[in-house]
């Protein structure tokens, strides 16, 4: 049976879904609300175990290869850039390791010839009044039906507030922000990075494939704000409130975080959601279960879009049965990584000195060779999910 599917978000769910069901026959279109395809830079994101035979389904293991980061060790400092400790870059940058950027043109590249995309346009209302199917209406292209809606539109998902209500019911705030920007690397950096800490705060800068950019990133405790994220320089200034004392490089990283045109500032947040889906509007990745940093989020987004657009595939489109099947599967996994990505905040931006040192040692422990080998096995270990199932999906779709 094909349908005509409209998925909100062109980030990594949405071009997975897109791939996946277009492929499988289906109509879809694929709205998202910036004018581009936000490619780039961006922070990294790593893949292994299961995930390393999802990338070989969907046939993007060898683009993410040949765009991989290459990142070498990265040092923990103190304030006089003297070694603390190290960490190899097998320990967190997976089997393979590619800027978020990169990925997401990767994967619209991909998908762009099995889907209809429609930049620099939103979502403002869906109607599922008629048992067969949902009205859309637009903000610029004005009223289309359609048969399912999925909302992969991220943390601060329209589509969740369209059919589910406020953004507040479901978020949990995890006292922390994170932020990362771009900037020219004249810090002598090369596949290597630099983490500096003081309590609450957290700086790293570290320059990988673009040897001539550095990416800097920001970890620090604060209470929640109500910040514009659209206003781009009253989020430079409120970095700044909470790094005007810091030391180390970050003065310099600051006056350079005045020219950046690439920030990205938000919340580490949850999303805790009894249901994914409600009558013919599902939820995926951030929308749908946003767990933050070392919770999978991209790994999870991707096999979610697979494993939604099987389910669809198992089911003859019966998308009630489908999605039921979508969340039963998912949600261990989910829930599991949302558990374990709840103290990430604390971890990388320590509350206290005695903290840091602590924390610093088990950097010091985990880089060992022996405990090393023991890491990578437990962190592959952590993404066979065994939410990868098979599907009645097309041959060439498991090349």
């Known amino acids: 049976m094909s349908l005509s599917i409209l998925i909100s978000g062109a980030g990594i769910g949405g071009p997975s879904l897109a791939y996946w069901l277009g492929r499988l026959g289906h109509r879809v279109t694929v709205v998202e609300q910036s004018p581009v395809l936000r490619a780039g830079g961006g922070a990294a994101v790593d893949f292994r175990g299961d995930q390393m035979t999802l990338l070989e389904r969907m046939g993007v293991l060898a683009d993410i290869r040949s765009n991989a980061t290459g990142m070498g060790d990265q040092l923990v400092v103190d304030a006089a850039s003297r070694t603390r400790t190290r960490f190899p870059s097998a320990l967190f940058s997976g089997e393979v390791e590619i800027d978020r950027g990169d990925l997401a043109r990767i994967l619209y590249e991909h998908s762009a010839t099995h889907a209809d995309y429609v930049f620099g346009d939103r979502i403002t209302a869906i109607d599922q009044s008629s048992e067969d199917g949902v009205t859309v209406r637009f903000a610029h292209a004005g009223t289309r039906d359609y048969d399912l809606v999925v909302g992969a539109d991220g943390l601060h998902s329209g589509v969740r507030q369209l059919v589910f209500g406020a953004e507040q019911r479901f978020r949990r705030d995890l006292g922390y922000y994170v932020a990362a920007f771009s900037t020219p690397n004249t810090f002598g950096l090369d596949h290597r990075g630099l983490i500096y800490n003081e309590p609450g705060r957290y700086l790293s800068v570290a320059s990988a494939r673009d040897r001539a950019r550095a990416q800097v990133g920001f970890v620090f405790a604060a209470p929640p704000a109500?910040?514009?994220?659209?206003?781009?320089?009253?989020?430079?200034?409120?970095?700044?409130?909470?790094?005007?004392?810091?030391?180390?490089?970050a003065p310099e990283l600051l006056a350079a975080l005045a020219d950046a045109t690439d920030l990205y500032l938000d919340s580490l947040s949850q999303i805790r959601l009894d249901r994914w889906s409600a009558g013919r509007v599902a939820l995926l990745g951030d929308a749908a279960w946003c767990a933050g940093p070392g919770g999978n989020g991209t790994g999870h987004a991707m096999l979610g879009a697979y494993t939604l657009a099987g389910e669809l595939a198992a089911a003859d489109g019966d998308h009630r049965r489908a999605f039921a099947r979508y969340e039963q599967i998912m949600r261990p996994a989910v829930e599991k990584s949302q558990r374990f990505a709840t103290g990430a905040g604390a971890f990388l931006a320590p509350a206290t000195r005695w903290r840091i040192r602590r924390r610093d040692l088990t950097y010091r422990v985990l880089s060992t060779s022996v405990m090393s080998g023991v890491f990578t096995w437990l962190s592959g270990r952590s993404a066979a999910t065994g939410a990868l199932a098979e599907y009645p999906l097309p041959a060439a779709l498991t090349r």
């Open 226 to 249: 109500e910040l514009d994220r659209h206003d781009i320089e009253a989020q430079k200034r409120f970095i700044h409130r909470h790094y005007a004392e810091t030391g180390w490089k």
